[in-house]
């Protein structure tokens, strides 16, 4: 059987993606394309608990209602990577490394708690040894990542939306790599999400607010353009760490990430638009990762908008500005409000 472009990706480059959400269909259709792994959220979270109802439904039961609030629903969003710790695990036995991980996020209202964090991602982390933490790229989340890598457990920064948090979440890991080299721990995996659709979102509601009429493709390519800068100085700096593209807007964004060596994740909604694409004729396969962007899309976008440029440059915010940075702040706010307190609800259900 001829490959689709995900299988394709997978077996002819080096590139490797997982799914980005964890409903059960979604998730083995992906596999069946070559996705190694599953990355999830507090909104992807209370999609499949409350769309694989029957999966989670004894165990979700026995969670102890008087818990407190947060507490109830950390065990419910933990019920999906437990899920799929087990069921990724032969894979993950088998190949190691991002094969069969399953990566799951501390709770948004821990953004900027240092100490709570480090505590949930030692929980996260003890559901199995496939299972990467997800932390913010606040502040707080560059201290918990040298932290969790020191003790040599697997790290996902996550809601890095600028070149500045990434070079400063690879910064961490090294640093959490010596130290647990030196305390005789083997060093865990990495990798570092540039969520770039939540930049993109962040840029054009900045473009809409303003008026400034600037074209829908213009930040698609602006945004990638952050991905491939953040992939080059992980390249040039050489980090143990890999760059993790993620949060795609379009299939354009795919096919120009083409042949990087990391693994993406890609959501259902934009693994339909590349296979539509690539039925259509309009999706190439080739390895576009070295490839210039659309240097006049992306200079329009930097004219206008000097809050691209903060998110493009790799000095472009100092480690004391990333908790107030709009994209990440957006993003995580985003994350509360469509996952977390809808977590917190199943309580009283």
């Known amino acids: 059987m001829e490959k689709n472009y995900f ?16 409903v059960e269909s979604q998730v083995d259709a992906a596999l069946e394309m070559g996705a190694i792994g599953i990355t999830t959220n507090p909104p992807l979270s209370y999609e499949a608990l409350t769309t694989d109802v029957d ?34 695990m032969p894979l993950h036995e088998k190949k190691g490394g991002f094969y069969g991980c399953v990566r799951a996020q501390v709770a948004p209202y821990l953004r900027y708690d240092a100490e709570g964090m480090l505590e949930y991602g030692k929980r996260i982390a003890a559901i199995g040894k496939n299972v990467m933490v997800k932390i913010p790229g ?3 989340g560059i201290w918990v990542l040298e932290e969790l890598a020191a003790l040599g457990i697997p790290t996902n920064p996550t809601v890095v939306t600028t070149v500045s948090q990434a070079i400063a979440a690879g910064e961490a890991f090294e640093r959490g ?48 353009a952050i991905v491939k800068r953040g992939y080059q100085v992980y390249q040039d700096l050489g980090f143990r760490s890999k760059i993790m593209p993620a949060a795609f807007r379009c299939a354009m964004q795919v096919e120009q990430l083409a042949g990087g060596d990391f693994c993406s994740t890609i959501h259902p909604k934009v693994q339909k638009q590349v296979l539509e694409a690539e039925a259509a004729g309009t999706l190439r396969r080739e390895d576009f990762v070295e490839m210039p962007v659309d240097e006049q899309a992306v200079a329009r ?35 509360d409000i469509t996952g977390w307190q809808k977590l917190v609800a199943l309580k009283d259900r």
């Not at 299988?7 to 980005?20: F, G, V």
């Not at 607010?209 to 829908?216: K, S, Y």
């Not at 440059?313 to 709009?326: I, Q, R, T």
């Open 7 to 22: 299988s394709w990706l997978a077996a002819e480059t080096p590139s490797q993606w997982n799914n980005d959400s964890a």
């Open 55 to 88: 999966t989670y439904a004894d165990a979700l039961a026995a969670i102890d209602k008087s818990l407190d609030p947060n507490e109830y629903a950390f065990r419910a969003m933990t019920l999906v990577a437990s899920h799929y710790s087990k069921k990724l």
């Open 138 to 140: 606040t502040k707080a």
């Open 177 to 224: 790599c010596k130290r647990a080299e030196a305390a005789g721990i083997t060093p865990a995996f990495s990798s570092c999400a540039i969520v770039m659709g939540r930049e993109q979102d962040y840029l054009a509601k900045l473009n809409e607010e303003r008026g400034l009429g600037l074209a829908t493709s213009d930040l698609e390519w602006a945004a990638l």
């Open 301 to 335: 976008v930097a004219a206008a908008l000097p809050e691209f440029r903060q998110a493009y440059e790799p000095g472009g915010l100092a480690v004391s500005e990333f908790d107030h940075y709009g994209a990440g702040v957006m993003t995580l706010d985003g994350f």
